[in-house]
Nanobody
């Protein structure tokens, strides 16, 4: 089992940057596939980016490709999401998630979730 805690959200102007962190506790962190999802009010939870145990990233190409970078540090049991060129439509609660076995872009496939961190981008 793994417990996840997000941090780093906040209020930023359009065009600005934020770095989200997801700290994990539990065993075998390095074997988990990890991901970031986000959910804006009235919307379904949306895939943002995922990273497998080897550190290979996958992105929601329509919405964040080229602006967001996902990474992980298995020695520190941490996953990061660097967000650049933020837009008002990036405003949402951002969640980190973990699963074993193969990676996925579907939220229903993930077993473990953090509480979320609010990101608000003003225009």
């Amino acid at each position: 089992q793994v417990q996840l805690v997000e941090s780093g959200g906040g209020l930023v102007q359009a065009g600005g940057s934020l770095r989200l962190s997801c700290a994990a506790s539990g065993r075998s962190f390095s074997t988990y596939n990890l991901a970031w999802f986000r959910q804006a009010p009235g919307n379904e939870r949306e895939f943002v980016a995922a990273i497998n145990w080897r550190g290979v990233g996958t992105y929601n190409e329509d919405s964040v490709k080229g602006r967001f970078t996902i990474s992980r540090d298995n020695a520190k049991d941490t996953m990061l999401l660097r967000m650049n060129s933020l837009k008002p439509e990036d405003t949402a609660v951002y969640y980190c998630a973990a699963k074993q076995s193969i990676g996925s872009t579907h939220s229903g496939d993930y077993d473990y979730w953090g509480q979320g961190t609010q990101v608000t981008v003003s225009s």
